[in-house]
Structure formats: structure tokens, C-alpha cells
């Protein structure tokens, strides 16, 4: 059975900052995605990273990076630089391969208060 | 990216009737489409596995008469919530694969549906 875990309902993180958010997970497919997705109080899902099961390096992509530690199972995200607007919901998410159907499944969620 | 769209966006409805919502993929085919239902200040749970020209796939302890699902073209799924009732009311949100399981960004969000049953 896939599963994900994020422990961390809420956090606070000055502007500017840099701030890492949690993620674990739990899977049997030797392949699969990683995700994380921004929500922000409209509701819609935001795609920030992308971190394959394979890929040798974490992924970046802006400000935005994935601490992938594949032995530990976890998928951190770390925020560089905090801005105002990073303030909202952020899920993990994890695509299983074949055996998981393909599905991905979500996170409980973190919420992130940026500080001014 | 790729752009999928729900509609309608936001819907009240009285208790006992039906309500339902589309999903479009609308510069890709999708042979895929997955609803979610969140609830305010939760997670995103799958409620069910929808692919073209097929019966939907449901999640453990989600109603398939309850939810009926309908894929009936690449590009279009609905979601028809039956006799509704206010504990159904909630954010759905819509999700269509690309057939290209090679790219990494090969699921797209809808910017989902507020459902109030009063």
C-alpha cells in the first residue's frame, strides 16, 4: 500500500528565510513520482517540483528544492528566500508505478505562515 | 501546461437533488481523469479512478451509486453526486492524465468545485 505522511500542520517562517517542509512515504513500485503542489486559499493545485524515483540528483526549480533521501523514503521541500505570497497549503504527493494504478495520493498537508 | 476545467465552479443545491460536474482536458486527450473530494483544512482523498470508455474504479469506502462517474470521451468526465446531502458538501477537484507517462508533469489539476446541499 502507498502511503504519505507530512508532520507538520503548520509552520511559521520569516520573509526571506529559508524554511523546509517535511514529507515521508511508503511504496512497494520501484518506480514512482514525487510531487509537491502549493494550494493557496482559491483552492487550486499549484505543481512546484517533480522528483522521479530513478533520478540521481534533487530536483530544483527556483526557489523551490526536493532534499530526496530515497533509503530514508522522504521527499523534503525546502523554500529559499520565503516571500509573502508562499504563505498558503502544501501537499506531497507520490504517483505510484503499476502496482499502485498510477494514482497519486496526497499528503495531509503543511500549512506555511510567512512573517513579514 | 496543460489546462483542464471544471464546471461549474461553485453550485448550492437543495437536499435530494443531483448535482453534476464536469471535467474537460482541453488541449490534450485524456484516457485518465481522477476526482477528488476535500474536505475545508484537509488533504485531497481519491475518491475514484476514471478512464475512457470504462467503468470508474472507486476507492475503498466511496459510493458508486452515490458518485456516478461517466467518462465518456477523452476530453470530458463528469462527476454526478446523487440525492445529495449536506455531508456532501466539499471541494471536488478533478484531475486528467496525459497519455505521456515519460513527462514528469503528466497530471493536471482542475481548479476544482464548491458543492453546498442545504
Known amino acids: 500500500a502507498q502511503k504519505i505522511t507530512q508532520t507538520q500542520p503548520g509552520m511559521f517562517v520569516q520573509e526571506k528565510e529559508a524554511v523546509t517542509l517535511d514529507c515521508t512515504y511508503d511504496?512497494?513500485?520501484?518506480?514512482?513520482?514525487l510531487f509537491w503542489y502549493k494550494q493557496p486559499s482559491s483552492g487550486e493545485m499549484i505543481f512546484l517540483i517533480y522528483?522521479?524515483?530513478?533520478?540521481?540528483q534533487n530536483a530544483t526549480e527556483g526557489r523551490y528544492s526536493l532534499n530526496f533521501q530515497k533509503a530514508r523514503k522522504s521527499a523534503n521541500l525546502v523554500i529559499s528566500a520565503s516571500q509573502l505570497g508562499d504563505s498558503a497549503m502544501y501537499f506531497c504527493?507520490?504517483?505510484?508505478?503499476?502496482?499502485?494504478?498510477?494514482?497519486?495520493?496526497f499528503g495531509a498537508g503543511t500549512r506555511l505562515f510567512v512573517k513579514a | 501546461g496543460a489546462v483542464v476545467s471544471q464546471h461549474p465552479s461553485r453550485v448550492i443545491c437543495k437536499s435530494g437533488t443531483s448535482v453534476k460536474i464536469e471535467c474537460r482536458s482541453l488541449?490534450?486527450?485524456?484516457?485518465?481523469m481522477f476526482w477528488y473530494r476535500q474536505f475545508p483544512k484537509q488533504s485531497l482523498m481519491l475518491m475514484a479512478t476514471?478512464?475512457?470508455?470504462?467503468?470508474?474504479?472507486?476507492e475503498q469506502g466511496v459510493e458508486k451509486d452515490k458518485f456516478l462517474i461517466n467518462h465518456a470521451s477523452l476530453t470530458l468526465s463528469t462527476l454526478t453526486v446523487t440525492s445529495a446531502h449536506p455531508e456532501d458538501s466539499s471541494f471536488y477537484i478533478c484531475?486528467?492524465?496525459?497519455?505521456?507517462?515519460?513527462?514528469?508533469?503528466?497530471?493536471?489539476f482542475g481548479p476544482g468545485t464548491r458543492l453546498l446541499v442545504l
Open positions: 484531475s486528467a492524465r496525459d497519455q505521456d507517462l515519460l513527462r514528469k508533469e503528466t497530471q493536471y
Open positions: 511504496t512497494s513500485d520501484p518506480s514512482y513520482g
Open positions: 522528483q522521479g524515483s530513478y533520478d540521481q
Open positions: 504527493a507520490m504517483r505510484g508505478g503499476n502496482t499502485g494504478g498510477f494514482k497519486t495520493i
Open positions: 488541449d490534450f486527450q485524456a484516457t485518465t
Open positions: 476514471s478512464n475512457e470508455g470504462s467503468k470508474a474504479t472507486y
